[in-house]
C-alpha cells in the first residue's frame, strides 16, 4: 500500500443490524471520517449529471422532471420487476459512488495548516490531522463484488433477528411484515470476505471496545 494511500474499512451488515451507530462511534470517540455510500448515491443522482444522463437512457427520459431531478418513485416502481433494467442502472451507480468516494477522500486533511485555521478535523493550534483510515458504510458492500476493491478491509455489523426487525418498526415506524419482506429482499452476502464482526446486541460497552480494538488495528490509538 502506498504510504499516503489512505486504507479504507468497509462497514456493511442487513437493515437495523446498527451500522450507523458503529460508524457513529468510529467518528465521534476516534474521528474516523465516514462516507456513507446510501446518503452520496441519492444525491449523486441530482449532482452527477453523466449519471443521470446513463438513467435516462436506460429508464427513460420520463424519470426526470422538468426542473432536472430524478424522480425517484417512478424509477423505483419501474425497476422493481424488471431485473435486468435494475443490473443497467446499478452498473452506472457502482462507478459514480466509487469515483464520488475518491474525490471525498481526495479533500481530506492530510497534513498541517496554519495556526488558528481550526475546524473538526483539526487538532490544537490548527495541525490537521489525517485520519489513520476512512469508513465506508455499505448496506450491500458484501453483496456486490464490484465494490471490493473499494476496501482494505471489511467489518460486518450484525444482530439477532427479531431486535433487527423491531428496531426498523420503530424507526421507519412500519409493521413486522414490511420489514419482513425488506429483509428477505436482501441478497445473500460473502461473509467469509468479513475481516471483523460486531454483535450489536452486545451493549454500548462492549461495542465501543470492539470498535477501539479494530482502531488500533489499523492504525489509530
Not at 98 to 113: H, I, N, S, T, Y
Request: aromatic share 6%.
Amino acid at each position: 500500500m502506498s504510504e499516503n494511500k489512505l486504507p479504507v474499512l468497509a462497514v456493511t451488515g442487513g437493515i437495523g443490524a446498527g451500522k450507523s451507530f458503529v460508524c457513529n462511534i468510529f467518528a465521534s470517540l476516534h474521528g474516523i471520517p465516514v462516507y456513507d455510500s446510501d446518503s452520496h448515491a441519492k444525491s449523486l443522482y441530482d449532482t452527477d449529471p453523466l449519471l443521470l444522463s446513463e438513467i435516462k437512457r436506460i429508464a427513460g427520459d420520463d424519470i426526470v422532471s422538468p426542473d432536472g431531478h430524478l424522480l425517484r418513485r417512478v424509477l423505483a416502481d419501474r425497476i422493481f420487476n424488471d431485473s435486468g433494467m435494475l443490473e443497467a442502472v446499478e452498473a452506472e451507480v457502482f462507478p459514480a459512488v466509487m469515483r464520488d468516494f475518491e474525490r471525498w477522500k481526495a479533500v481530506l486533511p492530510c497534513g498541517p495548516v496554519t495556526c488558528g485555521e481550526k475546524d473538526a478535523s483539526q487538532g490544537p493550534c490548527g495541525i490537521a490531522v489525517r485520519p489513520p483510515f476512512v469508513i465506508i458504510e455499505s448496506a450491500i458492500f458484501l453483496s456486490r463484488p464490484v465494490l471490493y476493491p473499494m476496501a482494505d478491509k471489511v467489518l460486518y455489523v450484525d444482530a439477532p433477528l427479531e431486535l433487527r426487525i423491531e428496531r426498523v418498526m420503530r424507526r421507519d415506524n412500519v409493521k413486522r411484515e414490511a420489514v419482513l419482506a425488506r429483509i428477505s429482499g436482501q441478497p445473500p452476502v460473502d461473509l467469509s470476505r468479513a475481516d471483523w464482526i460486531i454483535d450489536t446486541s452486545m451493549g454500548r460497552e462492549s461495542i465501543v471496545k470492539s470498535v477501539s480494538d479494530i482502531v488500533v488495528r489499523l492504525g489509530g490509538k
